[in-house]
T-cell receptor
Framework: EAQVTQNPRYLITVTGKKLTVTCSQNMNHEYMSWYRQDPGLGLRQIYYSMNVEVTDKGDVPEGYKVSRKEKRNFPLILESPSPNQTSLYFC?????????????FGEGSRLTVL | GQSLEQPSEVTAVEGAIVQINCTYQTSGFYGLSWYQQHDGGAPTFLSYNALDGLEETGRFSSFLSRSDSYGYLLLQELQMKDSASYFCAVGSGGYQKVTFGTGTKLQVIP
């Protein structure tokens, strides 16, 4: 089954404790991206990657890092989480040559930073 | 940068037609997409317009006017299961950067 898998789905952590949210897709998609969703603000793009070793900032990259060492994986790293990073996070992927804009989303990871 | 505006809430009757509008400001426009998100779920793709005009997919249609920086999603024969949030999104830079609107919460009532 074609899917985007995120882990963990739920996490409660404390300020400053480094964490990684993993994202893996099995569709051989070139493009992957991370979004955060907050009430009243919609989805905001954090980082995106056009292919292995090619990443770039989205609209809200502060406090986040990403890496793309393999095509299927695109982890989101919070080096020193703060309470304002409490949010619902979505990973998404897309065929690079797919010009119809269709993004496939993971099920989301709800992060709480205390 | 990019910005999009869409109504925050819409209520419509089962069986009716509803239109959700989206206006945008962007540089390097590369298409307008629509996504549906049920409470607690992930966004799912509905439609995409790169050129002016109407795209139809079953009960859903989407329209784009690039000269007006405007698009809409049209839902026909509304069903209760259509109650969800709907997001418009614009791509730029070869659709690498994707900016979403704040979403329209549609409530379908009997």
């Amino acid at each position: 089954e074609a899917q985007v898998t995120q882990n963990p789905r739920y996490l409660i952590t404390v300020t400053g404790k480094k964490l990684t949210v993993t994202c893996s897709q099995n569709m051989n998609h070139e493009y992957m991206s991370w979004y955060r969703q907050d009430p009243g603000l919609g989805l905001r793009q954090i980082y995106y990657s056009m292919n292995v070793e090619v990443t770039d900032k989205g609209d809200v990259p502060e406090g986040y890092k990403v890496s793309r060492k393999e095509k299927r994986n695109f982890p989101l790293i919070l080096e020193s989480p703060s309470p304002n990073q409490t949010s619902l996070y979505f990973c998404a992927s897309r065929q690079g040559a797919n010009r119809n804009g269709e993004l496939f989303f993971g099920e989301g990871s709800r992060l709480t930073v205390l | 940068g990019q910005s999009l505006e869409q109504p925050s809430e819409v209520t419509a009757v089962e069986g009716a037609i509803v239109q959700i509008n989206c206006t945008y400001q962007t540089s390097g426009f590369y298409g307008l997409s629509w996504y549906q998100q049920h409470d607690g779920g992930a966004p799912t793709f509905l439609s995409y317009n790169a050129l002016d005009g109407l795209e139809e997919t079953g009960r859903f249609s989407s329209f784009l006017s690039r000269s007006d920086s405007y698009g809409y999603l049209l839902l026909q024969e509304l069903q209760m299961k259509d109650s969800a949030s709907y997001f418009c999104a614009v791509g730029s830079g070869g659709y690498q950067k994707v900016t979403f609107g704040t979403g329209t919460k549609l409530q379908v009532i009997p």
